[in-house]
């Protein structure tokens, strides 16, 4: 078919095929008219229409004719633009000239033109002295596109008397009809509101090819050279919109009755982007800096077959020079407003997603419980049948559980609901209870030492047990200290909460309303005694001359980690209690251009110093030291005069990077892995602690801090 009819429109098919003229967006008004869209230049007697008698093919061709007393000076022109949203290097014109009585060339003619109009290339017919009278010719023009080009404008000119005819036209990328040629990224819009992909019924053999379909789809994102860098890229966007390569490829994929014919599909699919170049491989670095290698293992000929696992090996290793997608920690993915709970491929494409951020750049993956490769393949039903909002999100959220990692970001999605949360309270798990531990305000319903027995009616430890499931954390102490203090006192749909508690041992039921409060800040640094300095790292902005002065000659201090800290002066606090500089922790970091791949890098801290501090350290943790509190912990444990009191830290760090998922979904992982300077795990393991103690019941009913207590008997002792 004649292309640039379809999108331009003023012929019918140059092969004899049917089509409604209805169906153009350009349609010829009538025969004596310009077909909407094009437009005209030169002189206004020429005349310049549709002509149904004269043509090569299909229903009409175009005519410029010249006024009888027309001389050599005057011309009518007819041209056509398009916008450059095609991937590709080179545009190709190709039409029939037919030509009467002309004395000077006539021209087939081609421009590109930049972003403010101006024409940067041409090309004409003119210029190979076309003229006289011939019948219907073919003649060809092709320009190289650039990054430059703005526009592309198709026309014909008749210079001086006669006629010209001009039928069939065609536009062609890089040998390629506009149908089939690839749109620039920006250009490529035809999902943005939704995959138009619904799967109603499955059966076995289409669970098996979305499972191949995954790992591929993901391993090209990250691995092909023609996805990740860019060699048809015409703007700083990506190469190609991968996820509407997606949407394309999947219903043929779901289509296939066996795995030969999935393996058969994409190894076309592959061949459609471009040949890769192996003579140049990517830099590998040396050996003893690698801690993980990518987990390829279901990258063999049993699963694949030979053929397709041939490409994608030899697409393993050609080289990258960037990776788009990964780029800007995940920024360049797509964000989807629409609501996948009745659009099953934006569903699917969440865990497609998601899953391989997790394959190929979460640097605890090998941590994971479960083999990652089973839990694709145990989600791809759950997503299928996550039919309604309800559902998807919370099998977002079981799925997100299974990397064993804090997700602050995502929980606001799932058990709350818009309610409002009552932040009066916090709450602690003391000896298998659910305890109120602090409050803030004046005047609180619930005082400290309260046990929470019942909320709504249903008791606490069902309602922890329902959560645990869909509640990201790297271990339990963590989970229950998120679900305690972020969902278990949500606001029911009346707006308040019944409580069934104990207190003093009595039982009793009370009513909390919304009482929303923020907890006072708590002084960075005080004495505890004229010779035991405390810290409270949570409110330290910085290490101040006052702070130092206060504490530099003090016996011993405690320094107070029970909660998530910030780390912008993280490295001048180490370096106060270091009298050198020496390792304080390792980390791993995705190599980018090896997606799987982790190097491990060494970070120092302190420096030369005679008044770094010599007095007895104790910290203190327990499951809300978190991420910054945590990595700051593990410095500070380089100095010989700290220990470490308290209980399992929340295990989690590595600093967080946020993956985007359809229907406005934000979820988040670490994207580098944190160590201790010998290689020791602190993720999910949490800080190696020198003494374990935890509060009791009795401590809190008192208003005693005991592990406060304890850190001070260990300063005075000198133990």
């Known amino acids: 078919m004649s292309v640039l009819l379809k999108i331009l429109v003023f012929f019918s098919v140059s092969l004899g095929v049917a089509h409604s003229q209805e169906s153009y967006p350009g349609k010829l008004l009538n025969h004596s008219c310009m077909p909407d869209g094009w437009q005209r230049n030169g002189y206004p007697s020429y005349i310049i229409r549709a002509d149904s008698v004269d043509k090569h093919s299909g229903k009409y061709s175009i005519l410029i004719e010249a006024p009888d007393a027309a001389d050599a000076d005057m011309h009518g022109y007819a041209y056509y633009t398009i916008p450059q949203k095609y991937a590709g290097d080179r545009v190709t014109l190709k039409a029939l000239v037919k030509a009467e009585g002309n004395t000077q060339p006539i021209g087939l003619m081609l421009s590109l033109l930049n972003s403010e109009g101006v024409t940067t290339t041409v090309k004409s017919t003119q210029h190979d002295g076309v003229m006289g009278t011939s019948e219907w010719k073919e003649y060809s023009l092709s320009l190289q596109l650039t990054d430059m080009v703005a526009c592309i404008v198709v026309g014909a000119r008749l210079t001086g008397p006669g006629k010209m005819w001009i039928d069939d036209f065609e536009i062609l990328i890089d040998d390629k009809e506009l149908s089939s040629a690839k749109l620039l990224f920006e250009w490529d819009v035809e999902f943005v509101n939704g995959s138009k992909i619904h799967i109603a019924e499955y059966t076995p053999q289409m669970l098996d090819n979305l499972e191949v379909l995954c790992l591929v789809w993901g391993f090209l994102k990250y691995y092909h050279p023609a996805i990740t860098d860019g060699d048809y890229n015409r703007n700083t966007d990506g190469n190609y919109n991968w996820d509407a390569e997606l949407f394309r490829i999947m219903p043929t994929v779901l289509t296939a009755t066996n795995i030969y014919e999935v393996t058969g599909i994409l190894s076309q699919w592959i061949d459609s982007f471009g040949a890769i170049d192996t003579s140049d491989k990517n830099y590998e670095p040396p050996e003893h800096l690698i801690y993980l290698y990518p987990d390829l293992r279901w990258l063999n000929t049993e699963k694949l077959g030979i053929e397709l696992t041939e490409k994608l090996l030899k697409i393993r290793d050609a080289k990258r020079t960037a990776n788009y997608y990964a780029a800007n920690h995940f920024k360049n993915e797509t964000k989807y407003h629409a609501e996948p709970g009745n659009d099953t491929g934006l569903r699917l494409l969440a865990l497609f997603r998601y899953w391989n951020i997790v394959q190929y750049f979460y640097p605890y993956k090998y941590l994971i419980d479960k083999d990652w490769n089973s839990i694709l393949v145990d989600f791809i039903p759950k997503f299928l049948d996550a039919s309604n909002e309800k559902d998807y999100r919370m099998t977002v959220a079981k799925l997100v559980t299974h990397i064993c990692s804090f997700d602050r970001h995502y929980r606001t999605t799932v058990f709350i609901n818009n309610r409002e949360f009552i932040t009066t309270y916090q709450l602690s798990y003391i000896e298998g209870k659910v305890v109120v531990t602090d409050y803030y305000r004046n005047y609180t319903i619930l005082k400290t030492g309260d046990i929470i027995e019942k909320i709504d009616g249903q008791s606490v430890e069902e309602l922890i047990r329902e959560r645990l499931v869909y509640t990201p954390g790297a271990n339990e102490p963590a989970k229950i200290d998120e679900i305690l203090n972020n969902t278990l006192f949500r606001l029911n749909s009346n707006n308040y909460l019944e409580l069934d508690i104990i207190r003093n041992g009595i039982a009793e039921k009370y009513t909390l309303t919304n009482t929303t409060s923020q907890p006072l800040e708590k002084e960075a640094h005080k004495l505890l005694t004229p010779d035991i300095g405390y810290v409270y790292m949570a409110s330290v902005r910085g290490l101040s001359a006052n702070m130092i002065n206060a504490l ?168």
């Open 552 to 719: 530099q000659d003090t016996k011993g201090m405690v320094i107070d980690m029970r909660s998530n800290q910030k780390i912008s002066y993280f490295y001048d606090f180490v370096s106060f209690l270091l009298p050198h500089q020496t390792e304080i922790w390792k980390s791993t970091f995705s190599n980018r251009n090896l997606p799987g791949m982790f190097t491990i890098n060494f970070h120092r801290g302190g420096r030369s110093r005679n008044d770094y501090y010599k007095g007895k350290v104790v910290i203190i943790v327990n499951e809300k030291t978190v991420s910054g509190g945590e990595l700051m912990t593990m410095a500070l444990q380089q100095a010989t005069n700290v220990i470490v009191i308290g209980s399992a830290t929340a295990g989690d760090n590595g600093f967080e990077t946020y993956i985007p998922l359809p229907g406005d979904i934000s979820t988040a992982m670490p994207y580098i892995g944190v160590y201790y300077p010998d290689g020791r795990q602190v993720h999910r393991a949490g800080i190696a602690i020198d003494e374990e103690i935890r509060p009791t019941l009795r401590g809190i009913t008192d208003g005693r801090d005991e592990l406060l207590e304890r850190a001070i008997e260990r300063v005075k002792n000198e133990e």
